[in-house]
């Protein structure tokens, strides 16, 4: 009787893994053609740091990294002294919709380890601010990331969500 039990659950097992990934491949929704628009102003970043940037020889890594829709923009090996302006001019691909900038920034190995580090980005269309963030690390964290997403439309009107 036990092994007919055990036979009848593993097919009702088969039966609804399989029942379900047909019903799962006919709700599937059709992929859907975007066009991306290239969003029209002049885009640019300031990123600064409360803490001295340096490149990583152990994990390969740049003083400081900006990346912009999965695209290295900037990617500096040299030491940044803390309180530094990079500034990023001309931002590229900038698109009509949701843009997202990526800031990862290795603090040196110098500094106080009981110190948290600021990094702050700001975003400008045309001089104008449109987006800012702040980003804190905890003491001692070798690598501060941040990311920030600003809406640029089609019409040179820009939005912080």
């Given at each position: 009787?036990?092994?007919?039990?055990?036979?009848?659950?593993?097919?009702?097992?088969?039966?609804?893994?399989?029942?379900?990934?047909?019903?799962?491949?006919?709700?599937?929704?059709?992929?859907?053609?975007?066009?991306?628009?290239?969003?029209?102003?002049?885009?640019?970043?300031?990123?600064?740091?409360?803490?001295?940037?340096?490149?990583?020889?152990?994990?390969?890594?740049?003083?400081?990294?900006?990346?912009?829709?999965?695209?290295?923009?900037?990617?500096?090996?040299?030491?940044?002294?803390?309180?530094?302006?990079?500034?990023?001019?001309?931002?590229?691909?900038?698109?009509?919709?949701?843009?997202?900038?990526?800031?990862?920034?290795?603090?040196?190995?110098?500094?106080?380890?009981?110190?948290?580090?600021?990094?702050?980005?700001?975003?400008?269309?045309?001089?104008?601010?449109?987006?800012?963030?702040?980003?804190?690390s905890e003491p001692?964290?070798?690598?501060?990331?941040?990311?920030?997403?600003?809406?640029?439309?089609?019409?040179?009107?820009?939005?912080?969500?």
């Amino acid at each position: 009787m036990r092994p007919i039990l055990c036979l009848l659950g593993t097919m009702l097992l088969v039966a609804s893994i399989y029942a379900y990934t047909k019903f799962a491949d006919r709700v599937r929704a059709t992929a859907s053609i975007v066009s991306l628009q290239q969003a029209s102003g002049d885009f640019s970043a300031e990123i600064t740091c409360t803490f001295d940037c340096e490149p990583s020889t152990a994990f390969d890594l740049p003083a400081i990294e900006v990346r912009l829709a999965d695209q290295i923009v900037v990617a500096r090996s040299e030491e940044l002294p803390r309180l530094t302006r990079l500034v990023v001019e001309r931002l590229p691909q900038v698109i009509v919709g949701r843009n997202e900038i990526i800031v990862q920034a290795h603090v040196s190995e110098i500094g106080d380890a009981t110190e948290s580090g600021c990094l702050r980005i700001q975003v400008f269309q045309d001089g104008a601010p449109v987006a800012e963030e702040t980003f804190w690390s905890e003491p001692g964290q070798p690598l501060v990331t941040g990311a920030i997403i600003f809406v640029a439309t089609s019409n040179s009107d820009v939005e912080s969500p």
